[in-house]
């Protein structure tokens, strides 16, 4: 069964560092999304992408945080200057029809 | 911003014990979702509804979609250890490609 998968699963980086995480959404899909969970708290919305450009954002996506599609199958967040209080769990859905499927998360901790 | 009302937070339960949880919305969602999280994994979609009143099992468990549209709830009958984890609801308040807002989670502990 196909499935989004992310890579690393885990990243250690210090803060102002810049990190890119990485997604490879399910092949057919066409809307990806970001979104970040801080440990033992909710799964909160990021970004949504669609046709190469951002199609939605919350306020916790800020001038620090970056989408993109560089090749057909990899979808990417970057941050570039790492905070604190990014340290979360990221994770990367891709969409078929109405249902949103998750990729395995990247656990960000930024010392 | 919308938010999801789930309870309870969390439940501790005998295995064979019958579990529920729901989720509430002060505004109107034309989709929910429910997921199950496992430590340190990504959410894992059990169940989507669409309609008001939609009523879908998937295996042992069973969640409606409310008529008022503003609520939904998640059974699961019967329970097993390999139930434990984080229950979320998820609602969309226009179907389709738009964000998920998530409840809280309801962490679900099974005693054999």
């Given at each position: 069964e196909p499935e989004v998968t992310q890579t690393p699963s885990h990243q250690v980086t210090q803060m102002g560092q810049e990190v890119i995480l990485r997604c490879v959404p399910i092949s057919n899909h066409l809307y990806f999304y970001w979104y970040r969970q801080i440990l033992g708290q909710k799964v909160e919305f990021l970004v949504s992408f669609y046709n190469n450009e951002i199609s939605e954002k919350s306020e916790i996506f800020d001038d620090q945080f970056s989408v993109e599609r560089p090749d057909g199958s990899n979808f990417t967040l970057k941050i570039r200057s790492t905070k604190l209080e990014d340290s979360a769990m990221y994770f990367c859905a891709s969409i078929s029809y109405y249902e949103q499927y998750f990729g395995p998360g990247t656990r960000l901790t930024v010392t | 911003g919308q938010q999801l009302n789930q309870s309870p937070q969390s439940m501790f339960i005998q295995e064979g014990e019958d579990v529920s949880?729901?989720?509430?919305?002060?505004?109107?969602?034309?989709?929910?979702?429910?997921?199950?999280?496992?430590?340190?994994?990504?959410?894992?979609?059990?169940?989507?509804?669409?309609?008001?009143?939609?009523?879908?099992?998937?295996?042992?468990?069973?969640?409606?979609?409310?008529?008022?549209?503003?609520d939904s709830f998640l059974n699961i009958s019967a329970s097993i250890p390999s139930d434990v984890g984080i229950y979320f609801c998820a609602g969309q308040e226009i179907s389709g490609n738009t964000p998920l807002v998530f409840g809280k989670g309801t962490r679900l502990s099974v005693i054999a």
């Open positions: - | 949880m729901n989720c509430t919305s002060s505004s109107i969602f034309n989709t929910w979702l429910w997921y199950k999280q496992d430590p340190g994994e990504g959410p894992v979609l059990l169940i989507a509804l669409y309609k008001a009143g939609e009523l879908t099992s998937n295996g042992r468990l069973t969640a409606q979609f409310g008529t008022t549209r503003k």
